[in-house]
Nanobody, 125 residues
Framework: DVQLQASGGGLVQAGGSLRLSCRAS????????IGWFRQVPGKEREGLSC????????HYADSVKGRFTTSIDNAGNTVYLQMNDLKPEDTAVYYC??????????????????WGQGTQVTVSS
């Protein structure tokens, strides 16, 4: 089974940076896309970015484009989310998730089959 584990959350001041990691394992084949999502209590989960294990292509939500960068290690088993210029409104629980495929243009939550536990990011003003 595909398993994912997110880590790297914490408390940071506005304007600061954090790098989240998502360790993934158990892929039955190479063609998977790994995405990052976040959720604030009482709100819907928001898709932020995704990256292909096949070719490293990526896609971002407009809300984080230019501030967040996703990358993947050579083995395709650890995905990172570099978050810069953090704002208080970025405070949320951040999740990584995976779905079969190679197309990276979708951040629709329901398309993702496998989810890791979340990691809390808190940005103070």
């Amino acid at each position: 089974d595909v398993q994912l584990q997110a880590s790297g959350g914490g408390l940071v001041q506005a304007g600061g940076s954090l790098r989240l990691s998502c360790r993934a394992s158990g892929f039955p084949f190479n063609e998977y896309v790994i995405g990052w999502f976040r959720q604030v209590p009482g709100k819907e989960r928001e898709g932020l970015s995704c990256i292909s294990r096949t070719d490293g292509s990526s896609h971002y939500a407009d809300s984080v484009k230019g501030r967040f960068t996703t990358s993947i290690d050579n083995a395709g088993n650890t995905v990172y989310l570099q978050m810069n210029d953090l704002k208080p409104e970025d405070t949320a629980v951040y999740y990584c998730a995976a779905r079969p495929g190679i197309v990276v243009t979708t951040l629709t939550e329901s398309f993702y089959d496998h989810w890791g536990q979340g990691t809390q990011v808190t940005v103070s003003s």
